[in-house]
């Protein structure tokens, strides 16, 4: 009895575990037949071109792929200094009765639902990055040689830039409280030894606690380009929505994939039309996919070169 | 039968008149015919062989009277209607799938999507709407006027300034700041693009072989924004920017709009009566086969002196013959109810009712529904 109960347990979970790569392989199966005439009718020129057109029927994704990556690194370039920056205070330096309160109104920021980081974003965020912050990188590094090039043309607000200042704040969350665990794990040993060999606060956190937590921290940020490469609402109110080409810009109009089919999806009305759409689907899937692989061989180098005894 | 179609609309008018919301038992007042037959029109109440329940699907911009139609239809007849208002390509997919029983739509289908449709289908315009450009420009409190050309240049992207002589000349008196305009369009699709580009490709050739009308376009610059109060949105806060809403968007938020030169030369504003005028005197064609013909359905530019240039009718489309009898039937007395009596309610909702013409045209094309062969209603079953 016990032993077929426990052959029935061993197949009844295996089901279970098989039904999230069925799901995946689904998907992508049912994307690749939907996205086919695009596939065959464009080719390479779809990933090569920006030229979005659903009058002639020409379709090429460039720009929005280019808009999902940039909006992407913008976010985790300024959210993983404040996110550890954060999480380091937390661990080491904040009075004790501070510590979780202040974790737990970080953490709540992930419970804001996204379209209000949108409304925030559009009536708020818009307006300070037109006429303030905008016009001031521009008066500023805007005169450096190749960097300036990053932000050069009228400050209208709604740009890759505002695009990926919003999802900092939305990824934020989830890398603060991962690097805080991250560096709650570090064993207390480690501090201690160094601050007994004389070093200071600065010499202990660098070069004992982050080293240790490192592959954590990147762990973070990889869930945190999840999130911003999925996230659709709250980006699609601020990024412009518009498809035009890559300047190399951030204070240009841009698109990312997932707002570009929230925006075309419902009125894709010829077969070509939603083919092209889908196929924007079937790209976002793809390069998540592989983002998410080169940020884990990342991950396992990480472990590979920590010190001993690292926590992960 | 002019003669009864001519019966029919002041018997239409005077029963609108008496009542319409609460006119839910029928007026000795208004005729004794209709009680006669409770499954004919006009539509007095409860009918035993009408479905109870249908599923409509489609445009957003008509779903507020729709949804008042829905309602007032309900507590004459008890019958549920269930619209949703995923947009026009969604209900044209409803539609030709059959997963709704009408669908709705504010463009005209294309040839492709009508031969996707199996079994024929009528194009019914129900109600009237219109586009209007809406702007913010620094210290200028003016109602700005545009010509045609000045409208497509600076969507086009080759009018940058708001001093530009362009505008200007048709502004005199008018300060206009060297500002740089920026546009405002719709991201998702929409069929407040599709009226707004049908008219620029009307209008100017380089918009026509540059752009082209759809409800989603390449846009040529500018910023994309979600729905009109995305629009509406991001033109109050972006100083010298210019986009385009529906008019009753514009009127129910109090939005300042300009004034555009129609076809006849005149600057007429935009206002339902203006918009009604834009489809006076069109006849329209056979709207139970479209293919080809879609451009004749189109009313932005009209010649009309008073007409506001850019508008449109929105559309139901319903099967020529329906094998459900009970679901034919209400289906064809509801639409009958929203081109008559429901017609009333369209000025308080910001919407422009259909001229007379178009009603007519309307009142044939519902007469004309068979199930199985047989008519739905009989000329006798109204009046």
Redesign the interface.
């Known amino acids: 009895m016990t032993r077929t109960f426990d052959r029935a347990f061993a197949a009844g979970v295996t089901a279970l575990a098989m039904l999230v790569p069925l799901t995946l392989a689904g998907i992508t199966v049912l994307l690749l037949i939907d996205a086919w005439p695009a596939l065959t009718t464009f080719g390479l020129s779809y990933f090569t071109t920006t ?6 029927l020409v379709f090429g994704a460039a720009a929005y792929v280019y808009g999902t990556i940039v909006t992407t690194i913008v976010a985790v370039a300024l959210a993983t200094p404040i996110a550890v920056g954060a999480a380091i205070y937390l661990t080491e330096f904040a009075p004790r009765p501070l510590r979780a309160p202040v974790a737990f109104v970080i953490e709540l920021l992930a419970f804001i639902p996204s379209i209000i980081y949108g409304l925030w974003g ?2 708020v965020l ?2 300070v990055m ?1 006429s303030n912050i905008e016009p001031a990188l521009q008066g500023t590094i805007g005169h450096v040689p190749l960097v300036g090039q990053l932000f050069s043309g ?1 400050p ?3 740009d890759l830039l505002s695009g990926g200042v919003v999802l900092a704040i939305m990824i934020l969350p989830i890398l603060m409280a991962v690097s805080r665990e991250v560096l709650l794990a570090v064993p207390p040993t480690q501090r201690e030894a160094m601050i007994g060999l004389g070093a200071t606060r600065w010499e202990a956190v660098t070069r004992a606690v982050l080293p240790y937590a490192r592959p954590g921290i990147i762990g973070g940020a990889v869930l945190g380009v999840g999130r911003a490469f999925g996230e659709t609402m709250a980006v ?2 601020v990024v ?3 498809s ?1 080409d890559i300047t190399g810009s951030l204070f240009v ?1 841009g ?1 990312t994939m997932a ?1 570009a089919i ?3 999806f ?6 070509l ?1 939603f083919s092209a759409v889908v196929e924007v689907a079937l790209v976002l899937l793809l390069v998540a996919v592989v983002v998410n692989s080169v940020a884990r061989l990342l991950i396992r180098r990480a472990v590979a070169d920590r010190p001993a005894g690292a926590v992960i | 039968m002019k003669k009864i179609l001519a019966a029919a609309f002041a018997f239409t008018t005077l029963a609108a008149a008496c009542g319409g919301a609460s006119n839910v038992t029928p007026s000795p007042s208004t005729g004794g015919t209709a009680t006669a037959d409770p499954c004919g029109v006009p539509v007095k109440q409860q009918c035993a062989t009408e479905a109870q329940a249908l599923t409509g699907a489609g445009a957003t911009f008509p779903a507020p009277i729709y949804t008042k139609w829905i309602d007032e239809y309900n507590k004459l007849t008890g019958v549920q209607i269930n619209y949703q208002a ?5 209900g ?2 409803a539609f030709t799938d059959k997963t709704a029983d009408f669908g709705a739509s504010d463009v005209p289908l ?1 040839d ?2 009508i031969d996707a449709i199996t079994g024929g289908f009528y194009t019914v315009p129900t109600v009237m709407g219109a586009v209007v450009p809406t702007y913010n420009v620094p210290n200028v409190t003016a109602t700005l006027k545009f010509t045609p050309d000045a409208l497509a240049g600076i969507f086009l992207g080759t009018i940058t300034k708001w001093n530009d002589p362009k505008i200007a000349s048709e502004n005199p008196g008018v300060s206009l700041p060297d500002q ?1 305009i ?1 546009t405002v369009h719709r ?4 069929g407040t693009t599709g009226v707004f580009t049908d008219y620029l490709s009307k209008v100017s050739a380089d918009w026509k072989s540059k ?9 040529p ?6 729905g009109n109060a ?1 629009v509406a ?2 033109v109050k ?2 100083p010298g920017a210019i986009g385009y809403v529906e008019l009753i968007y514009a009127i129910s938020n109090k939005l300042g709009y300009g004034v555009v030169k129609n076809a006849a030369g005149k600057y007429t504003e935009a206002s339902l009566d203006s918009v009604t005028k834009a489809a006076d005197g069109v006849t329209l064609p056979d709207l139970g086969n479209l293919k080809g013909q879609q451009a004749k359905i189109s009313i932005t530019n009209s010649t009309n002196a008073d007409a506001w240039p850019i508008s449109t009718f929105t559309w139901i489309l319903i099967s020529k013959d329906m094998s459900d009898r009970g679901k034919a039937t209400a289906i064809v007395r509801y639409l009958w109810y929203n081109t008559h009596e429901g017609q009333t309610f369209a000025k308080d909702l910001g919407y422009a009712p259909l001229p007379s013409a178009a009603r007519k045209t309307a009142e044939e094309l519902i007469k004309s529904v068979t199930s199985g062969g047989s008519k739905i209603l009989t000329v006798n079953s109204s009046y």
Not at chain 2, 187 to 190: E, H, L
Not at chain 2, 211 to 219: F, I, P, Q, R
């Open positions: 030229v979005w057109d659903p009058v002639k559009m009536f818009v307006p037109r009228t209208v607000g709604l699609t109110m412009g929505n518009s035009r109009p698109y707002s929230a925006n075309q419902v009125e894709a009305d010829t077969e039309y | 995923i947009g026009s390509g969604g044209i997919k294309t492709a999507q740089n920026t991201s998702d699709g929409s752009v082209g009308s759809a409800t989603s376009v390449n846009w610059g500018g910023v994309g924004a979600s995305g949105g991001q806060q972006t």
